[in-house]
């Protein structure tokens, strides 16, 4: 493994630990009665994707160090999975304070992922 999906692999496996505390925070929260009831969904699916979509980062990452892809698309393919991951997720978080604003961010988010994997099931299927 190097470049892009070395880079990119190190980025995911630091970031799990800050999920890990928000979900600690989060109970720090719950705890203390702050949130009202739609501020803890998306918290809470905010929370959710971040971890989820940090895991999936991770194996699409070793399945695209595996495919055909050239390096350029390879730095394409994880911005889009880094950004996707920020975007899906933050989205939740921002429709804390802004649900229009916050829900197009995660679509966005989604939009992105899907691009990334689609690059990335080219880069096995055709390469």
Known sequence: MHGPVQLFTVI???SLPTVMYGGYAL????KRGVLNDQQKSFFRAG???AGVLL???VVA???LDRSGLSDSLRWVACFLLLFGV??????????MLRTRVGMSITTAGAVLLGAAMLITAYGVAFL
């Open 61 to 63: 990452l070793q399945v």
């Open 12 to 14: 995911a496996l630091v």
């Open 86 to 95: 920020l975007a899906q997720s933050g989205g939740f978080f921002l429709a």
């Open 47 to 49: 929370h959710a994707h």
């Open 55 to 57: 895991v999936l980062a």
């Open 27 to 30: 109970m720090g929260l719950l």
